[in-house]
T-cell receptor
Framework: GENVEQHPSTLSVQEGDSAVIKCTYSDSASNYFPWYKQELGKRPQLIID?????GEKKDQRIAVTLNKTAKHFSLHITETQPEDSAVYFC??????????????FGKGTKLSVKP | GAVVSQHPSWVICKSGTSVKIECRSL??????MFWYRQFPKQSLMLMAT?????????EQGVEKDKFLINHASLTLSTLTVTSAHPEDSSFYIC?????????????FGPGTRLTVT
């Protein structure tokens, strides 16, 4: 089955710097890779996702890149702000012909942005 | 769009009692919902997959007689923790799946903090 590894487990950056979180996956059939942000005691929120037919996707200060050959994908946050502080989870699943496997989550990265 | 609600947000119960948690997709129909458990500072652990009109599929190690799941409609799934014990204390989060552009997306409820005394 699918296995998702996420690094680092904790990340501390200064406000305004960039933050990068990396994930690797094991199942080459996976083709859907969402990222979730979870603030303390709250629900995980879908912040961006990428499908395997593209290599990069951007949404304002957030971008995700995918390398299918190496089976890894990364979340990039630029110009970090204190409100970006949260735990970020990557996930992977497959989706073909109207069927989809369950999302497999990484263990999470606690991002702290220091003002 | 894609709002998922969960009720209650927190509950305290005595050991041996049962607790029911509701998960609703408010603005879309969800044929599939998921129940997760999350321990402090840990990732989301999938407990079971709930399909409307059929029996839930439980992950290995999850007791189906203890965690009863019912998916009675396209917008409602319930998780009942039966004969709760202190070790069942945790943060339970549901999520509902919808289809967009041919791919499923999952949206999470706000979670239920269960404390068993």
């Amino acid at each position: 089955g699918e296995n998702v590894e996420q690094h680092p487990s904790t990340l501390s950056v200064q406000e305004g710097d960039s933050a990068v979180i990396k994930c690797t996956y094991s199942d080459s059939a996976s083709n859907y890779f969402p990222w979730y942000k979870q603030e303390l005691g709250k629900r995980p929120q879908l912040i961006i996702d990428i499908r395997s037919n593209v290599g990069e996707k951007k949404d304002q200060r957030i971008a995700v890149t995918l390398n299918k050959t190496a089976k890894h994908f990364s979340l990039h946050i630029t110009e970090t702000q204190p409100e970006d502080s949260a735990v970020y989870f990557c996930a992977a699943s497959w989706a073909y012909g109207g069927s989809q496997g369950n999302l497999i989550f990484g263990k999470g990265t606690k991002l702290s942005v220091k003002p | 769009g894609a709002v998922v609600s969960q009720h209650p947000s927190w509950v305290i119960c005595k050991s041996g009692t049962s607790v029911k948690i509701e998960c609703r997709s408010l603005d879309f129909q969800a044929t599939t919902m998921f129940w997760y458990r999350q321990f402090p500072k840990q990732s989301l652990m999938l407990m079971a997959t709930s399909n409307e009109g059929s029996k839930a599929t439980y992950e290995q190690g999850v007791e189906k007689d203890k965690f009863l799941i019912n998916h009675a409609s396209l917008t409602l799934s319930t998780l009942t923790v039966t004969s709760a014990h202190p070790e069942d204390s945790s943060f339970y989060i549901c999520s509902a799946r919808r289809t967009r552009q041919g791919v499923y997306e999952q949206y999470f409820g706000p979670g239920t903090r269960l404390t068993v005394t």
